[in-house]
């Protein structure tokens, strides 16, 4: 579920950045307002309890797999949306960092899947609606198993979504939702079925802990209000930042071609390359295929699929001496490596 | 040691290669953080079929490597053991895409292969990188380059307390889970009832450990704000780093390098 740099365009991992940032910064102001001396210790080592209970796996009945705790849920009980997603992201923020569990560029998609739709959306809109007033086993259990399933089927939706806008997984957009939407049922239980089982051990043996959790309603603007903003906000950025990913693929090579006038360069290139110079240059530049968006695509200087009649004496010697290439450069990097290293010992 | 145990060790062993010193451990976090970031935009900016000039990028993590004396080996366990998402996923283009890109003899190759490849590599230089990263720095300093960057403080302050709390509560999940499998038949498999029971009682350990963390910290003085201690400065060096390396990123960036060289070796062969 968590997803990693390599899968994602700088458009997408810039603007969840961008998302997780605001919502950290909103949440923050939040827990400050609250002014609870006695949260800012609890948060961390709840945390860190999270993060230690993620290590022990149980056996799911009947599978022969197992599972783990995921945590939102629970945190979202305890502590109250704003200071449960500072929690959820400090603990992604961590995995990313010591595990890499997760990319750096990537942090921002994965605290927004994993913190936002629990903390923001289930959590009040659902968990709360269900529980109400009272607080007995059962309806804790429905309360926290579907609040579970909706909040990681709404964050399993939401890495289709960022992997297909990034373009860089051939998965399409259906198919990858029919992926995840099942397995993620079956998470989402397990989580449902953890949290409530976990919260109601807690109700049984200190019911004080979970009652004044519940009544704590953060002040100021209500939970509902706020997550709706939020919401939409999402929703807005998100819109945009999938008209900005399908309409230029990549972003640095639009800034690219918009501020460079390659384009020319490119076409006089391609009227055969009389002049030996041009053809030079387009061999010493040659990634700027911005010519076309086509989804063939190009490596290298490689032509596109159907200009090959026209180019067919590049054709192969531009792929080979791609590969001959690389080869070599990994070797200098490495040995570039080796000396920087041999001269450190030396040191 | 079980699972549980190796996993603490690793951190641990992070925080150790952390605490060294080299040139590149006395850098600014600040600057290492931007670099990195900048190193990673780059790489992931490619379009999704390019593979040879994604090459070169390799400097940048064998260098920190190379330069912050750090062990390549475990770094290289630690990529792949993180890899299967990215493969999970990448392994569908090849059967998704199946235009033929190039001809390498008679062998057609298809774009989704190129494409996969193509990820296999952004994957293995932005881990790489981020682990780097971290054990050249270490998380307080990276913590402390977050709230220089504006980081609101609440969240830096709960990443400190978890780095601080992660050893404890794994140490206590660990003599758990120990305890358990010591007094079972079946040490492996914990069943759902059980697995509610430890995690409760874990979670109304930790309770009582934040109300104690809480009130040793009011005996020391807590007045509702946490103090960072601050002490690096951006100086000629760490300009160097990131102006340097920044040049070196948007060189490998729009100048596909291993093309040339290759080019250039084929053109001499013929």
């Not at chain 1, 961390?44 to 022969?64: H, K, R, S, Y």
């Not at chain 1, 080869?327 to 001269?343: D, H």
């Not at chain 2, 704000?225 to 990123?249: D, Y």
Request: positive net charge; contains cysteine.
């Amino acid at each position: 579920m968590h997803m990693a740099d390599a899968l994602i365009s700088p458009a997408v991992g810039g603007t969840m950045w961008v998302v997780s940032g605001g919502l950290i910064a909103y949440s923050a102001k939040k827990v400050r307002e609250e002014a609870d001396d006695r949260k800012i210790p609890l948060m961390g080592v709840l945390g860190a309890f999270i993060f230690a209970a993620q290590m022990i796996n149980f056996t799911i009945p009947a599978t022969g797999s197992s599972g783990h705790l995921g945590g939102g849920m629970i945190l979202a009980i305890l502590l109250g949306p704003y200071s449960a997603f500072l929690v959820m992201a400090s603990v992604l923020t961590v995995q990313a960092l010591f595990f890499a569990d997760g990319g750096l560029l990537a942090l921002g998609c994965n605290i927004f899947n994993l913190g936002f739709f629990t903390c923001f959306v289930a959590y009040p809109l659902i968990y709360k609606k269900i529980i109400g007033r009272g607080l007995d086993k059962k309806r804790l259990i429905i309360a926290a198993t579907i609040a579970g399933v909706i909040g990681l089927e709404l964050g399993a939706f939401g890495v289709a979504l960022e992997t297909v806008s990034s373009g860089i997984s051939e998965l399409p957009f259906k198919t990858f939702v029919l992926l995840m939407i099942p397995i993620h049922l079956a998470i989402g239980l397990v989580e449902g079925l953890v949290t409530s089982g976990v919260v109601s051990f807690v109700i049984t043996a200190r019911p004080e802990i979970v009652t004044a959790a519940g009544e704590k309603t953060p002040p100021g603007v209500g939970v509902k209000k706020t997550a709706l903003g939020i919401a939409a906000a999402a929703v807005l950025a998100g819109a945009a930042l999938s008209w900005f990913a399908s309409a230029h693929p990549d972003g640095l090579e639009w800034a690219m071609l918009k501020t460079s006038g390659r384009e020319e360069l490119e076409s006089s290139g391609r009227l055969h390359g009389l002049l030996a110079s041009l053809q030079e240059k387009t061999a010493f530049l040659p990634d700027y295929g911005f010519r076309k968006a086509a989804p063939a695509g190009e490596v290298k200087s490689e032509p596109a699929a159907g200009e090959k009649a026209a180019w067919p004496a590049i054709d192969a010697g531009a792929s080979v001496s791609g590969l001959v290439g690389g080869l070599l450069t990994l070797l200098l990097a490495a040995l570039i490596g080796l000396g920087l290293k041999r001269r450190q010992t030396a040191a | 040691m079980n699972k549980l145990g190796k996993n603490l060790a690793d951190i641990g062993y992070m925080d150790t290669l952390a605490a060294g010193d080299s040139p590149l451990h006395r850098l600014d976090p600040r600057a290492k953080l931007l670099t990195t970031f900048l190193f990673i935009v780059s790489v992931v900016s490619f379009n999704k079929y390019e593979v040879s000039a994604l090459v070169p990028f390799c400097l940048y993590p064998v260098f920190l490597v190379a330069a912050g004396k750090l062990p390549a080996g475990y770094l290289v366990k630690k990529i792949l053991l993180v890899s299967p998402f990215a493969v999970l996923v990448g392994v569908f283009n090849p059967a998704l895409d199946r235009q033929i890109l190039f001809q390498l003899g008679p062998l057609g190759i298809s774009g989704g292969w190129v494409s996969f490849l193509s990820i296999l590599a952004r994957f293995a230089l932005t881990v790489s990188a981020a682990l780097a990263l971290l054990s050249i720095t270490g998380i307080n300093s990276v913590c402390e380059a977050l709230l220089r960057c504006g980081v609101p403080k609440p969240f830096v302050v709960q990443l400190l307390f978890l780095n601080r709390y992660i050893f404890a509560l794994t140490g206590e999940a660990e003599r758990m889970s120990r305890a358990r499998s010591l007094r079972t038949f079946r040490p492996a498999a914990v069943s759902f009832r059980v697995f509610i029971q430890l995690i409760g009682n874990l979670l109304l350990r930790t309770m009582d450990r934040a109300e104690r963390v809480y009130r040793a910290m009011l005996c020391r003085g807590f007045d509702g704000h946490i103090r960072v201690v601050r002490f690096s400065k951006i100086g000629r060096r760490e300009i160097a780093f990131t102006l340097g390396w920044s040049v070196f990123f948007s060189v490998f960036r729009f100048v596909n390098i291993p093309l040339m060289l290759g080019q250039a070796v084929t053109g001499l062969l013929k």
